[in-house]
T-cell receptor, first 113, second 113 residues
Framework: SQKIEQNSEALNIQEGKTATLTCNYTNYSPAYLQWYRQDPGRGPVFLLLIRENEKEKRKERLKVTFDTTLKQSLFHITASQPADSATYLCALPDQTGANNLFFGTGTRLTVIP | DAGVIQSPRHEVTEMGQEVTLRCKPISGHDYLFWYRQTMMRGLELLIYFNNNVPIDDSGMPEDRFSAKMPNASFSTLKIQPSEPRDSAVYFC???????????FGQGTRLTVV
């Protein structure tokens, strides 16, 4: 079965710096990958989706890359702000192509003022 | 639309009791997912429905868990009998086509004592 790893449980960075979070997967080639943000006591909120034929996608201060050779996605937050502090989750569809999502364990980002 | 609505937000019950969690998906979404989140295991997919039909329940931990979707606007997840190890946050999510973003509810925090 597919395995999704988010390398860091927690990441602390200084305000204004770029945060880079990593998502690695094994055993198959997903057609797309998604990133979500989760705040304490709330459900995950969708941020970005990147497809296998896209190398990079941007949305405001967010940038996602998708390297299907390395089986890795990088999630960047530029000019980070304390309000960006949250847990970030990557999600991939089932390897059979079914319409469901499996999530990584998440990286808890803290932006220090 | 008010988003995905789950009830109750919090549930405390005694071991052996029946617990029913409820979910109202976003109108027009054909896919509904039930997830469970714990510190140890992260966000786990339990079951998902397409057009009210259960498609994949391989994530349901055991026969004590059951889920139904009697119509497009309502789903339940039932645990009978409940056990302390069922304590977790249970999320319901819906999606338009299963390939795009999933919208999560606020979750139900279940504590079984």
């Amino acid at each position: 079965s597919q395995k999704i790893e988010q390398n860091s449980e927690a990441l602390n960075i200084q305000e204004g710096k770029t945060a880079t979070l990593t998502c690695n997967y094994t055993n198959y080639s997903p057609a797309y990958l998604q990133w979500y943000r989760q705040d304490p006591g709330r459900g995950p909120v969708f941020l970005l989706l990147i497809r296998e034929n896209e190398k990079e996608k941007r949305k405001e201060r967010l940038k996602v890359t998708f390297d299907t050779t390395l089986k890795q996605s990088l999630f960047h937050i530029t000019a980070s702000q304390p309000a960006d502090s949250a847990t970030y989750l990557c999600a991939l569809p089932d390897q059979t192509g079914a319409n469901n999502l499996f999530f990584g364990t998440g990286t808890r980002l803290t932006v220090i003022p | 639309d008010a988003g995905v609505i789950q009830s109750p937000r919090h549930e405390v019950t005694e071991m052996g009791q029946e617990v029913t969690l409820r979910c109202k998906p976003i109108s027009g979404h054909d896919y509904l997912f039930w997830y469970r989140q714990t510190m140890m295991r992260g966000l786990e997919l339990l079951i998902y429905f397409n057009n009210n039909v259960p498609i994949d329940d391989s994530g349901m931990p055991e026969d004590r868990f059951s889920a139904k979707m009697p119509n497009a606007s309502f789903s339940t997840l039932k645990i009978q009998p409940s056990e302390p190890r069922d304590s977790a946050v249970y999320f319901c999510a819906s999606s338009f086509d299963g390939y795009t973003e999933a919208f999560f509810g606020q979750g139900t925090r279940l504590t079984v004592v």
